[in-house]
């Protein structure tokens, strides 16, 4: 349990957590004001993906920027849920044997638009919290 | 329709999205890195309200940080969905008539341990994108 009586999810089960979704926001300080964008992704050995054109994501992806990933799920009714936080460094990627991974297993794509380009975000802080019931 | 096939909400749209939930997540800055963090809130006068304890909530509500709050959803089944991003700066309350008009109208809590402190975030920038049916 956490200071806000949360319980603390391990690196385990926040890597079966985001293995078990596609669908997660990014956060990122573009001009130093940050922002919250929504993505489809996809985990694959323990790096997040997810699809992109120009604009702030690509821009952060190419910069090697640090950014945040969460996925979060909740249960107004019976009133439970959890989130699960990664902090890690946004690049584009380009080896083509990458992307021929990705196509293979499936790189979700949200917008009609959703660019060629793909961003891949390592894991290197991962935080999770649950409440109320698994 | 933006540039990635997304249709614009307008502000109307968007604040009658956030007057219509509760739960949400705010973008934060902290120690020069992106946090993406979950909360319950209520809208109140267009402003976002939402409880916090010590910690990095606090700090960046008590030192007048800009912060993002977003909420989205999506129906997976019929590929359609939505978000509505804000962009504003965070204050703690501490005036007792808007503490006792929010205990009034209910704000919500998440965590047992959500505190006594309340973040008041103005609704400076405002966004929102839908895909697909509304």
């Known amino acids: 349990m956490d200071r806000n009586g949360l319980e603390v999810l391990d690196r385990r089960e926040c890597l079966r957590l985001l293995g078990a979704h596609t669908f997660g926001r990014v956060g990122l300080t573009t001009g130093a004001l940050p922002t919250v964008l929504p993505v489809t992704y996809r985990m694959l050995d323990?790096?997040?993906y997810f699809r992109t054109g120009p604009g702030q994501k690509l821009t952060a992806a190419t910069s090697n920027n640090v950014i945040?990933?969460?996925?979060?799920g909740m249960d107004r009714l019976w009133h439970c849920g959890w989130s699960v936080c990664v902090t890690g460094v946004a690049r584009e990627v380009t080896s083509?044997?990458?992307l021929e991974e990705l196509d293979r297993v499936g790189l979700p794509r949200w917008?009609?638009?959703?660019g060629a380009r793909v961003v891949e975000v390592s894991i290197d802080v991962l935080s999770g919290r649950r409440l109320g019931a698994s």
């Open 46 to 48: 323990e790096h997040i």
């Open 68 to 72: 945040a990933f969460e996925i979060d």
């Open 96 to 98: 083509a044997i990458r």
């Open 111 to 114: 917008t009609p638009n959703d």
